[in-house]
Each structure stands twice: as structure tokens, then as C-alpha cells.
């Protein structure tokens, strides 16, 4: 499966951004998915998951709430609403996909390229 992240860009505190996922390939919709983020100075971090049905959904515990993962089927997308973003929110987000993982680990086999997210006072 290929994975292409887009939605990425500079907002204000305290405002929202929508990043989306397209997956291609041979049976792209039975994928497990996520998304993950690193910071400069920081390991690599779980954000959120969602099975391939679309019944599970996992969140990293500084969330609270602030972000939703979803998955259209029939766009083979899934993407991440982020609302209330704060400063400690910038990082390249990645989007990741996994055949039988999913959780709010970094067991996902396959990666696409980040997209920038910078959050600004």
C-alpha cells in the first residue's frame, strides 16, 4: 500500500487544520491506519488510530479530545480533524498503515512522507 499525507500548514493557536491520507494499492481499504508526529528533540509519537472497519479508534492520551480520526471507504482516505491546536502541536505528521496491527504504537509497516504542521502564537 502507498500512503500520501496532505493537509499540513501554518495556523494560529487555538485554530484547526484537517490532514488527509489517500491509500492506494491492492486492497487498500483492509488496512489498519494512523497517524503519528515527531518534533525536533522528540521521539517519534502516537496520535491516533483507526481499524480498518472503522469501529476502533485509538488516541494518544495529550489529545483530550482536540482530534478526530475518521476514514472515508469509498476515497480510500482517512484523515484527522485538529481543533484547539496548541504550540506543542507542531511537528511533520505521518500517516502509517498495517495489515493486522493497530494501536497506539508504532508497529505500522508501512509509512508516507510527513506533512508539515507548525502552529504559531
Known amino acids: 500500500v502507498q500512503l500520501q499525507a496532505s493537509g499540513g500548514g501554518t495556523v494560529q493557536t487555538g485554530g484547526s487544520l484537517r490532514l488527509s491520507c489517500l491509500a492506494s494499492?491492492?486492497?487498500?481499504?483492509?488496512?489498519?491506519m494512523a497517524w503519528l508526529r515527531h518534533s525536533p528533540g522528540k521521539e517519534r509519537e502516537f496520535v491516533a488510530a483507526?481499524?480498518?472497519?472503522?469501529?476502533?479508534?485509538y488516541y494518544g492520551d495529550f489529545i483530550k479530545g482536540r482530534f478526530n480520526i475518521s476514514r472515508d471507504f469509498a476515497k480510500n482516505t482517512i484523515y484527522l480533524q485538529m481543533n484547539s491546536l496548541k504550540l506543542e502541536d507542531t511537528a511533520v505528521y505521518y500517516c502509517?498503515?498495517?495489515?493486522?496491527?493497530?494501536?497506539?504504537?508504532?508497529?505500522?509497516?508501512?509509512w508516507g512522507q510527513g506533512t508539515q504542521v507548525t502552529v504559531s502564537s
Open positions: 502509517a498503515a498495517d495489515r493486522t496491527y493497530v494501536g497506539d504504537g508504532q508497529l505500522y509497516q508501512y
Open positions: 494499492g491492492r486492497d487498500a481499504s483492509a488496512y489498519n
Open positions: 483507526i481499524s480498518w472497519s472503522g469501529y476502533s479508534t
